[in-house]
């Protein structure tokens, strides 16, 4: 019990570390002590760990005066990430940095990815380090991967559903705990998820997030939502409405706050973003995913 409570504070102690320099920018050991409250030798040991891996990288930071400088810790750029997106038409290949930073991207034809690889590959990651790769799929049809990474040649690290790629991609920029997010495509199609401390919540089969399903049992999406709300007692309801959703988004806004009051959490309505939400989410999914792997 006490080896695995000490790997778990190892563990939060290089997350802590890589997520305050990936939010941060470029940090030296002692400003990252003071930004994490860890101190300077667990730091220094997570940064050793970060570096073996090559998620970060250190460079002595040029400074007008004379005396030892420091070194500075930075995200590699060098190590990439491919995102499959199979949940649009066209499909997309994304690479994306450590820095969620778009490398390069490209349309491709899902029926002959090899082709894809060798001309989209050879130029961009040739001295790159590919970290991992990641699947996004149309929601509740994640057979399609398996039909794709067939003809891929290799299983990827992690299979998304579009709509919990977009809410993780929105959580980011959230300063809550936990969120409740809605996605009104049109007056026939919603979707959603709930993000947690980053991280999307889908229960042991997966089920959490099917906001479809809770909809038949209770009958509405308004209760459906309250429901959850009242469950988890989230910070923030993030309703997103796409052509001919507005109405039922703010419908949706107004029966949330009759029935949980506007007190309780935080409820913004907006219009779908035109954008990279998709490989973003997926992309940082993946990221967080390979940090806590890191050995």
């Known amino acids: ?38 101190s300077l030798m667990t730091i220094g040991k ?18 007008g005066s004379p005396g030892r400088k420091s070194a500075v810790c930075s995200l590699n750029k060098n190590c ?26 490209y349309d491709f034809d899902p029926e002959n990815p090899i082709e894809t690889e060798m001309t989209a590959f050879v130029e961009y990651l040739s001295e790159r380090n590919v970290i991992g ?19 891929l ?5 992690l299979v998304v559903s579009r709509t919990a790629a977009r ?3 929105h959580d980011s920029s959230n300063e809550v705990e936990t969120g409740v997010y809605i996605f009104i495509e049109n007056e026939s199609k919603t979707d959603g998820a709930i993000v947690r401390n980053g991280r999307i919540i889908d229960g042991d089969h997966g089920d959490a997030v099917r906001v479809d399903h809770l909809t038949e049992l209770l009958g509405s999406l308004d209760v459906s939502v309250a429901a959850i ?19 039922n988004a703010d419908r949706l806004r107004d029966n949330l706050t ?38």
Not at 12 to 38: C, H, P, Q, W, Y
Not at 229 to 247: C, K, N, T, Y
């Open 258 to 295: 009759r029935l949980i009051g506007k007190s309780k959490c935080e409820i913004v309505v907006c219009a779908i973003p035109s954008g990279s939400e998709v490989p973003e989410g997926a992309a940082r999914m993946l990221r967080d995913q390979w940090i806590r792997g890191l050995k």
């Open 229 to 247: 709300s009242m469950v988890i007692d989230p910070g923030l309801i993030h309703i997103e409405f796409g052509a001919g959703g507005r109405q």
């Open 46 to 63: 997570s940064v050793e760990l970060l570096e073996r891996n090559l998620a970060l990288m250190s460079y002595k930071k040029p400074t």
């Open 1 to 38: 019990m006490e080896r695995l409570k000490l790997e778990s504070i190892r563990r939060e102690s290089i997350e802590s570390t890589f997520n305050v320099i990936a939010k941060r920018g470029d940090l030296t050991r002692a400003e990252l002590a003071k930004a994490t409250g860890l």
């Open 167 to 169: 809410a993780i991609a």
């Open 80 to 105: 990439v990430m491919l995102i499959y997106d199979l949940s649009a038409a066209p499909n997309r290949l994304y690479i994306r940095d450590l820095t969620l930073g778009g490398v390069a991207e």
């Open 153 to 157: 040649g290799r299983l990827p690290e």
């Open 133 to 151: 790769t990641a699947c996004v799929v149309p929601d509740n049809n994640g057979d399609i991967a398996s039909g794709f990474t067939d003809k």
